[in-house]
């Protein structure tokens, strides 16, 4: 009985089309490609009609693409996802009907018609049913705490109690407000995340996945343990314009991970370099997972600011997974892809596929030029569409570009859902004044400590972001903890930054961690056990936010030479925790007492204070003395050990 009602709750798989649901599809995708294109980077269609359509659609397609439950058969529609499917897409249509109607009605005075109530109820009983499908039952059982507490709370003692809500005034608020199913989270989701998915779909069916994964073999393929550099590599360049964890283990993890099982590396190692280093997409400019899309509405921040303050942060987080994976090729003695498979130079490279720069050269200007970050991702599209004309072999015509829309409208249902269910716990959040509650509950939890607030943070943002879309677990926490963080004085950019990391690697932390699995699917290995060792790659992730929050410097605020002295304070921090963790320190190191002083210098780095980078520096210096006698005296040893056995060879 009870795995029975686990099947049922638990998310559904992707079903393999008939040909006329295919066809069906085919038809869904190019119209929502169509009103995109048209409505999204202009302004042409109003916003709440926009968000309204773009979720009808977003529903339809669920019910046809995914089943029920995992053992449901895959290949037919069963009638009532047809039924499903076709009262979604007469939602968004209703709303494109309605439209003006619903934006200029007084919200809670206006009462809603029967047929008001019909749509509001269906668009929200759909969305947590798609959710439940495409998410899974984390994210829906979060969603129906939040929505449970909006009934109950009227009948909760002290100071969680409020003043409740009706099941008409809910529905209303969710669905005929900016403030539920469409409320930021969709509003972004349908015009920046649409677009920058859809640029980096055409960018890989033109050849852009291919090209960075040969520019990544030519710069670390002749290196100690090249192919798990070159996943790293490659990861970052992809991860810069997927923006996607999973997405990114899937395309590049499915070319580095069996080359490094076949130099060496076990299945559970290859997996969690895959891992770890496709979760640091979601950190990466100057697509950040999308989440960076959302700071720009749930911040305020300018999104060049936000691009560019990820850099740093970005590079050290990468700077750490590739040190790791250097330190354990040296110990196991890996060797380097064999010359004959590594033919290209890096610069061969660029000078045979400069085209391929060109997009991003642009995508790069116009946001220099803050230009409207929806109208960057539909230009970076179009520009690589003209740029493949002249590629030969990846030339992009109707077939191709359609396969994109395809890919595209089909691939972000999983963001839209999540998306379009946290817009319904960010309005009650907001209408239970459950956020304020949350800071002062904070406070009283943490004694008024900042960095035991932090720590709690990362934790909430671990907890709600397992088995969900970065940009969802990002907009969750950000309404629940940001409030919080700014009551301890933490900037504005480095607590929103802050919860994007946290949100990032939920994809590496167990017990839900969906890109560990992903990367486990590929490797064979064991996929918890992928997930611990993705966590021990990436400790820079776990590090470097605690450091930019009491530093600054490291999201670039603050003169130069602070800039530069906390990030290479940062680095050095890094480092240590990577030698430690490895073992490894100016030859393999075989004391504890080593490995101990390496941690103590990389949780000491952490400390924003002189005297603790003084400190820090000194305990590496010991370490390396430490190495320096051990090394000595291993030699004294061998040659004691050698004299004696001449001696008798003498004899």
Known sequence: MASHFIRLISEGRRRKLAPFWSRTIAVLVVALAAFEIYGAPFGLIDSFVLRGLFVGFALCMTFICYTATPDAKSEAVPWYDMVFSAVGLACGLYILAHGQDIVTRWTGVDPLTPMDIAVTAAIVLLTLEVTRRTVGPVLLSIILVFVAYNFIGEYL???????????????????????????????????????????????????????????????????????????????????????????????????????????????????????????????????????????VDVAGIPYLNIALAAIIPAAIYYFGVMAQVHFRAIIKDMRPISEGQVRESAFTVLKENVLYLIPIAVLLVLILKRVNPTVVGLVAAGTVVVVSWFIPGHRLGPKEIYQVLRRTGTGILTVTNASAAAGMVIGGIMLTGLGGKFTSLVFAATGGSSFLCLALVALVCIVLGMGMPVPAAYVLTATLAVPALLEFKFSLMGSHMFIVFFSAISAITPPVAVAAYAAAGISEGNPNSTGFQAVRLAVAAYLAPFVFMYRPGLLLEGSVVGIVWTSLVTTAGVLAFACAMEGYFFGRVRSSAVRLVLFAAGLVFIYPAVWSDLAGFALLGAAYAMQFLARRGQSAQAVAEAVPAQDRKGA
């Open 157 to 295: 003692p002290g100071y969680f109690g409020h003043r409740g809500m009706s099941v008409e005034g809910f529905l209303d608020r969710m669905v005929y407000t900016y403030d539920g199913v469409f409320g930021t989270p969709i509003g972004v989701t349908c015009t920046y995340v649409y677009m920058f998915v859809l640029f980096g779909q055409v960018f890989n069916a033109a050849g852009g996945g291919d090209f960075f994964f040969r520019l990544a073999a030519s710069i670390a393929g002749r290196m100690r343990g090249g192919p798990a550099k070159i996943c790293v590599i490659a990861s970052a360049l992809y991860g810069s314009i997927s923006g996607s964890p999973t997405s990114d283990v899937v395309t590049t993890g499915s070319i580095t991970i069996p080359l490094m099982k076949r130099l060496g590396y076990g299945e559970v190692f290859a997996g969690a370099v895959s891992a770890a280093a496709c979760s640091g997409a979601s950190v990466m400019p100057p697509i950040m997972g999308t989440a960076a899309f959302l700071m």
